[in-house]
């Protein structure tokens, strides 16, 4: 079973910037896409970006495009969440989850039910 642990989130002014970590359990956990969702209070949670096993190939959903950035260190089972430009409607849980096995490594969209092994989450605040 993959587990994954989210780290880095906090509290930050609107245009600052935070890098948020997801760290995984297992050596093979190099071979699965990995995404990044928020949940906002009050609303549902959305995806925000995910990335290949390989790291060539990234998707963003369009809210952050040109401010976040994500990328993954394998050697360190690690991918992070680059956020710049922060704004308040920023403020939310970000979670990481792996894609399905089926998809051997690719991502397969931001949707919610392509990705499992959930992690606990992380807060990240915008606010002045």
């Known amino acids: 079973q993959l587990q994954l642990v989210e780290s880095g989130g906090g509290s930050v002014q609107p245009g600052g910037s935070l890098r948020l970590s997801c760290a995984a359990s297992?050596?093979?956990?190099?071979?699965?896409?990995i995404g990044w969702f928020r949940q906002a209070p009050g609303k549902e949670r959305e995806g925000v970006s995910c990335?290949?096993?390989?790291?060539?190939?990234?998707i963003y959903a369009d809210s952050v495009k040109g401010r976040f950035t994500i990328s993954r260190d394998n050697a360190k089972a690690t991918v992070y969440l680059q956020m710049n430009s922060l704004k308040p409607e920023d403020t939310a849980i970000y979670f990481c989850?792996?894609?399905?096995?089926?998809?051997?490594?690719?991502?397969?969209?931001?949707?919610?039910?392509?990705?499992?092994?959930w992690g606990q989450g992380t807060q990240v605040t915008v606010v002045s």
């Open positions: 990335i290949d096993r390989r790291a060539g190939s990234t």
């Open positions: 297992r050596l093979t956990s190099d071979y699965y896409a």
């Open positions: 989850a792996a894609a399905a096995w089926d998809y051997s490594g690719t991502c397969p969209s931001l949707g919610l039910a392509d990705f499992g092994s």
